[in-house]
């Protein structure tokens, strides 16, 4: 039998962050992922501290963002890969009550460090902008599909990955660690995504699943470098590239492509860009989403079984310091955030 600190369940944003952290303080560990179900893979990977439809800062968005950039240029240098890419958003402002609203949030103590003080006007005759746009500093986006095939590339020479389903009912918790077939561990953490609706031991009630679905254009006529925010996110990805979404339907655990989605997407496209634009493919992904919108973090009635999970739209930006939380928790006694606290839905 295989001995190790950690099982890890889900290969996903948060999969990837826990094993960091499980790696820097030198705990060996073992991942069960098949490499099929990540919302991760799907998504636009951008990363923002800022609520752009309303324009207020994110829960603790500067603490994650100040744990993210470091970390993501950690595991860059480890892969030797650039994932990574410091690109601002651009967000499209409607009206003058959006231009007023902008300068008066930028002005903010909590903002000002993340939204620009002056409207950029628009000099791009592809984009529908008369108003301009307000620049949101300090974000960007990473290559989640490059960085996910590396990562799993990496744990496999290491001997740590088992890509295989992980079935439930093999599990048995003992009372100072937990067993799975031919390995045994001090504890496990189950960073499953939407897929933790199948898991037994995960209280389900409070989880809500988030379908999106993105298109891929070619519009060789956009001719933009920045992240452009409107009704939806466009996202550049280099000759004449781009990646746009993204829907939300919620409740809907399907990864299939729809033809509604494709026609709201291209709508909405439509009123953001004038240039030819041409649909080159749509993928779908299911969000790991919460009711109160925050992540679910911790153990309910068995201390050796973890969830990292819950991690919604901003799991880019928050995976990296809600896994240090979670190993904080797990190894040093630390106690987590009451607000990503799994108990706190115990009543």
């Known amino acids: 039998m295989k001995h190790v600190d950690y099982i890890v369940v889900g290969l996903g944003m948060a999969g990837i962050a826990f ?18 179900n990540h919302s991760t893979l799907v998504s636009g990977g951008v990363f923002n501290p800022v609520v752009l439809k309303r324009f207020t800062a994110v829960w603790k968005g500067d603490a994650f963002l100040q744990k993210a950039i470091p970390f993501y240029h ?20 409607n009206n003058i009550e959006e231009q007023n609203d902008w300068l008066v949030s930028s002005d903010k103590k909590a903002l000002s460090p993340f939204l620009s003080s002056e409207i950029i006007k628009n000099e791009n005759p592809s984009i529908k902008a008369p108003y301009g746009f307000g620049k949101v500093l300090q974000c960007g ?66 989880f809500v699943g988030n379908k999106g679905e993105y298109l891929i254009i070619k ?3 956009l001719k933009c470098d ?49 240039c030819h634009y041409e649909i080159v493919d749509q993928v779908a992904g299911v969000r790991p989403t919460v009711k109160d919108r925050k992540p679910l ?8 079984l973890l969830f990292l999970n819950g991690l919604g739209t901003r799991g880019i930006l928050m995976a990296p310091l809600l896994a240090q939380w979670l190993f904080d928790y797990s190894e040093n006694n630390k106690s987590l955030p009451y607000e990503v606290n799994l108990a706190r839905f115990k009543n």
Not at 236 to 264: C, H, I, L, Q, W
């Open 19 to 36: 094993c960091e952290t499980l790696q820097k303080h030198n705990k060996s560990f073992v991942v069960y992922d098949t490499g099929s």
């Open 74 to 93: 950690a595991v860059s240098e480890r892969l030797q890969l650039h994932i990574l890419e410091k690109t601002p958003i651009y967000r499209v402002l």
């Open 141 to 206: 986006r990473i290559i989640p599909s490059k960085m996910i095939e590396s990562y799993r590339e990496l744990l496999q020479k290491n001997d740590e990955l088992i890509t295989e389903e992980f079935e439930h009912e093999h599990l048995h918790l003992q009372g100072r660690g937990v067993s799975y077939k031919d390995v045994s561990a001090k504890k496990i953490v189950f960073a499953e995504g939407a897929s933790v609706v199948k898991n037994p031991f995960f209280p389900t009630d409070n």
């Open 219 to 221: 519009a060789p006529k």
């Open 226 to 274: 920045a992240i452009l925010k409107g009704p939806l996110f466009i996202i550049p990805f280099g000759n004449d590239t781009y990646k746009v979404g993204a829907t939300y339907s919620r409740d809907d655990f399907s990864k299939n492509t729809t033809e509604e989605a494709r026609k709201v997407l291209a709508s909405k496209l439509e009123k953001m860009i004038s």
């Open 297 to 304: 973090l911790g153990n309910l009635e068995h201390e050796n």
